[in-house]
């Protein structure tokens, strides 16, 4: 067993850190929280905290309409928030992110309103088999309206991508490739920049799914050669309520409303409206204004304790954890088992165990991790279970709380094997 908490060559003060965030101090059950749940959505530091608590008794206004003192704070931080998401992705510019409530929002949004604008009847799309509900379902409506047609990239018996299959699937009538940069299940982190050039060449656009990567490392938009991307707040240590949609401008430009209303045109009339300039024309009324501002708080912690410094943390633990966890008699993990192909997050089953009875005895140790099918059924059904048991590591998970889950799957398999 692991005996402190930091791991040689890791440069995280993880005990300092964990001071920062006051919902680690809870106990629950008796027992102190091991919060292995962050993929789900993460825990909040003080700074963000007390950002939005200032914004609510400082300077509390609607953003973009008054010309007094507390509405010109508020919109100056608001925008200020917008330039720190875009600098954080290596966008070219502030005007390339438009906030939304989250990336199944964001995705939404590029679905409805790029994709309603751009595919039309017998053209495709092209997804995977292990995205969230939230980069597919979008995508089966849009080609219900369009009468477009969906395509699936298949995975290996690890939970890889099979390239090779790009061949067959990427055609001259692939409009759009749609894709999680890392999955929430099996935690694979897909070749985001070679399928992107694959699908450029044969004139197809690049959506991918980012909620599970941008939090835990370095993500630049131009390294990765895509045309769209979302993430979400609430997963980086910032509030619910605000993500985040990245375009290149050209395309965002180009595209129609998604939603109308206050603050997204520019001239109305009794019979038409003409549309703002973006991103306002994709914000239609009132903003998630001290969310984003949060937002930005979020961001400058992150980058405070810096993205690679997270990521060598999160390797630490995952090299770490899946050794422990391949000791476990009856246990099934699922995904890459090398970890430098993947993510901290680590979805499993147990024979003989219901995946919400662990969750349910760990919480008995005070240990939070997620059972179910995680919003994502179609990979579940091909991995032929009905559910499984996650747990996911970020920058305040310790050793002792992976030791402390693997000691904690052997006393359950041992209940349930007596
Ligand atoms: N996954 C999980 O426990 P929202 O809910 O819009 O903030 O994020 C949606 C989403 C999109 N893509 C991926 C890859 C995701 O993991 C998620 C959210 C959470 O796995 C909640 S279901």
Request: with cysteine; proline share 5%.
């Amino acid at each position: 067993m692991h005996g402190s908490i930091t791991e040689p060559g890791v440069t995280l003060d993880v005990a300092a850190l964990r001071q920062e965030f006051p919902i680690l101090q809870r106990a629950i059950r008796g027992k102190p929280l091991a919060f292995l749940d962050s993929a789900a959505s993460a825990q909040k530091p003080r700074s963000v905290l007390e950002c939005l608590d200032d914004y609510y008794r400082r300077f509390n206004a609607n953003v973009h309409r008054g010309v007094y003192t507390l509405s010109e704070e508020a919109t100056f931080a608001y925008e200020r928030a917008r330039g720190k998401a875009a600098r954080l992705i290596g966008a070219g510019s502030a005007r390339e992110v438009v906030f939304t409530r989250n990336s199944t929002e964001a995705i939404n949004l590029a679905a409805y309103s790029w994709g309603g604008a751009n595919v039309r009847p017998g053209e495709r799309i092209l997804l995977t088999v292990m995205e969230h509900h939230s980069n597919l379902v979008p995508w089966q409506m849009l080609a219900q309206r369009n009468g477009a047609h969906l395509d699936y990239l298949p995975i290996d018996g690890q939970g890889r991508l099979v390239l090779d299959d790009l061949d067959r699937l990427l055609t001259e009538r692939t409009r759009l490739v749609a894709l999680s940069h890392q999955s929430n299940v099996l935690g694979t982190i897909n070749p985001v920049r070679t399928i992107a050039d694959r699908a450029h060449a044969v004139g197809a656009r690049v959506l991918v799914d980012a909620a599970q990567s941008v939090p835990h490392m370095p993500v630049d938009v131009r390294d990765l050669g895509v045309d769209f991307l979302a993430f979400s707040g609430h997963k980086l240590c910032g509030p619910t309520g605000v993500g985040v949609l990245w375009g290149r401008y050209e395309l965002l430009d180009a595209m129609p409303p998604f939603l109308g209303g206050g603050s997204m045109i520019k001239l109305v009339e009794l019979e038409q409206s003409t549309y703002a300039d973006v991103p306002a024309r994709f914000e239609a009324g009132t903003p998630a204004i001290g969310e984003a501002i949060a937002l930005g708080a979020a961001i400058d912690f992150l980058q405070s304790v810096g993205l690679e410094a997270i990521q060598q943390h999160e390797q630490a633990l995952l090299a770490y954890a899946l050794a422990q966890l391949a000791e476990v008699t009856g246990l099934r993990l699922y995904g890459p088992t090398t970890p430098d192909e993947r993510g901290a997050v680590l979805a499993f089953t147990l024979a003989g165990v219901h995946p919400h009875d662990i969750a349910a005895l760990l919480d008995t140790e005070g240990i939070a991790v997620r059972a179910g099918h995680h919003c994502t059924q179609p990979l579940h059904r091909l991995l032929d279970v009905p559910a499984t048991t996650r747990a996911s590591f970020y920058l305040y998970n310790t050793f002792e709380e992976a030791d402390r889950l693997v000691g904690a799957l052997q006393r359950t398999r041992i209940l349930f094997s007596s």
